[in-house]
């Protein structure tokens, strides 16, 4: 299971291709408008009658500042009184869903997401958490994953002091590049100093986990000075790493056009970051879980992944895959049962709807039961980079081989390719083809069209 990646250039050109997350399957390009509040209403009595644990996404999507790569759902603001109306419409959204949940249900996994959470003062976020904990059965004994993603700029030890009493165990920090030009070109100074102090506090605050973010591919971005990055971003010794992609999609994301073309650096250049960023971690003691993550041999993730109990799900690599996942806030994503619902992505629109009374919920989807099929083949592979034939066949009564026909020539040519092994029993990922994962799950996507593809990154 942990054997180090294996770098093969000819096989990372020959699938090098874009295509979705797989947060979740079907993926939210799927989601219609036929999807309204009554689903998820009916999705939440399910929910209660089942007692199942619960995990909450919370969307804050104040910035201060635009950063130009960004392609989060995001409200660019200096106003920071526009926080106080969304925290009231926030309340709003919890106290109708909590009143269709039990108040026995309780919330294993939380997270602040944004946006910038820490774009909230300090007493909003005390009133952020009360609301919760008003509304829904939050843990106070520590023992719940409870995170939020922190901007090093907008935080400080008073503030993170403030997240440790509130019940944060768990931080996020956005880094994604240490060199002062780089920085410069995308809109975002921050300084190490600034990140170093950050950790130092969480350390000192006894936060159980620390995430750190980067993205390669970002303009003026070489491998030199990117190794340099990663190099000071192991020195902190954070217990998990995310390495994205940087895709650059200016036709749909406006901030993207501000970033000169002409500075992004070339796919030769980018895989290079790649390539070395992956000896460095490695060398570091660190273990590719899949999808851009990385953690320490100890961290949660990678003793979920050696035991089979990882998941994923639209907070990426998970524990809590057995949550209804509650989704909280503008553009919000909820996973309850066998419903995908989303809120609408225009805050506008989000803060009318409650304040009329009613849920945002703009559209969503039901899986069907081949939807659940290939969702539980996808979650095995970009989990465990394995699959059992015969657990899927038990599972849900099919004969795997005939069932999977059409895409047996793929599997096949990936085979011969050293991507994957296929046998009588199953697939395992090789080494080679961990990093391409992506590749191996499109095969069972049984909505993904060429058409569709430009909308997504790629893969490396």
Known sequence: MHDTIQWDAALINRYDQAGPRYTSYPTAMQFHGEIGQFDLLHALRDSRKAQRPLSLYVHVPFCANICYYCACNKVITK???????????????????GHHLDGQQRVEQLHLGGGTPTFLSHTELRQ?????????????????????????????WSTMGLLRELGFNRVSLGVQDLDPAVQRAINRLQSLEETRAIVEAARTLQFRSVNIDLIYGLPLQTAENFART???VIALQPDRLSLFNYAHLPERFMPQRRINTSDLPTPAVKLAMLQASIEQLTAAGYRYIGMDHFALPDDELASAQEDGTLQRNFQGYTTHGHCDLIGLGVSAISQIGDLYSQNSSDLSNYQHSLGNGQLATQRGLHCTGEDRLRRAVIQQLICHFQLSFADIETRFSIDFRKHFAANWPALQQMARDGLIELSDQGITVKPAGRLLVRALCMVFDQYLCEQSRPRFSRVI
């Not at 106003?79 to 869903?97: F, H, K, S, T, V």
């Not at 958490?129 to 907008?154: K, V």
Request: hydrophobic residues 35%; negative net charge; proline residues 2%.
């Open 128 to 156: 952020l958490m009360a609301h919760l904990r008003e509304h829904f059965h939050l843990l106070d004994d520590d023992s719940g994953d409870y995170s939020i993603e922190i901007d090093p700029r907008e935080a400080d």
């Open 230 to 232: 990663v190099d000071q």
């Open 79 to 97: 106003d920071r009184g526009r926080a106080q109306a969304y925290l009231e419409q926030l309340n709003a959204e919890m106290q109708l869903i």
